[in-house]
């Protein structure tokens, strides 16, 4: 009787003990490491003195192992400059863009991005590197103070998470970021919410929703045809 009281007594113990944040976050990365693709929708908020939001949707391959990342996303961006629409297609070493600040000639739906064809191809290059470094699944858990993070709520596979934010210019005290985290049966996540400080000393909201991991649908090439040099395309200057 004895013994088995005290076992209960251990097992209490255990699973009372709070998960470890930061072994939390770095199994999710280690797992989606191991993902070969998936199917993401991410939106980003930002309010403050210049509000704008950022809308990405569509299939994206990693290039875990040697291998080479495509990737085939829509784009929707609201700024204090207007609204941009694009759509980012990579397959192997090749890169095509459907750009709402593009001109295609007749026939066409893509414009090559060759960096030597035309000056405008490296800008734009520029621009489509940094969005995807926020809408890739491990942009989620980046800007996240990990010395301050803990866990706060756990139900089942919800975890709610809140720290302080990575410095950019002076210092975020605790509990700026708050992280909620849902993860499938197999550890993968599926949804994650982000309150943080952004750079500009705003407020970011990031909603991602992931799907289809390892198994998302293959990224094509488009049709040659369709597809335009970059010298032939008229760029329009904001």
């Given at each position: ?227 335009a040099k970059p010298k032939d395309v008229v760029v329009r200057r904001?």
């Amino acid at each position: 009787m004895r013994l088995a009281l005290s076992l209960l007594l251990v097992l209490t113990a255990c699973s009372a003990t709070p998960a470890d944040p930061v072994a939390l976050l770095d199994g999710w990365r280690e797992v989606m490491q191991k993902q070969k693709s998936v199917r993401l929708d991410v939106k980003i908020e930002v309010d403050g003195k210049h509000p704008h939001k950022q809308a990405y949707a569509g299939v994206l391959h990693f290039s875990w192992m040697g291998g080479r990342p495509k990737w085939d996303v829509t784009a929707h961006v609201e700024g204090r400059y207007g609204t941009t629409d694009y759509r980012s297609v990579k397959v192997q070493d090749d890169d095509y863009l459907s750009h709402s600040d593009l001109t295609l000639p007749p026939g066409k739906e893509f414009s090559g991005m060759g960096l030597n064809d035309a000056l405008w191809v490296g800008t734009l290059s520029v621009e489509l590197s940094l969005a995807q470094q926020r809408y890739a699944p491990s942009g989620a858990f980046t800007g996240i103070d990990r010395k301050t993070l803990r866990l706060t709520e756990h139900d089942g596979d919800r975890y709610v998470f809140a720290a302080g934010g990575v410095p950019h210019s002076g210092g975020y005290t605790n509990g700026d970021v708050r992280l909620v985290v849902e993860v499938d049966d197999e550890n993968r996540p599926v949804r994650v919410e982000r309150s943080a400080p952004s750079v500009d000393e705003q407020t970011e909201r990031l909603t991602a929703v992931y799907s289809q991991w390892s198994t998302a649908p293959d990224v094509l090439r488009p049709p040659q045809e369709v597809v335009a040099k970059p010298k032939d395309v008229v760029v329009r200057r904001r």
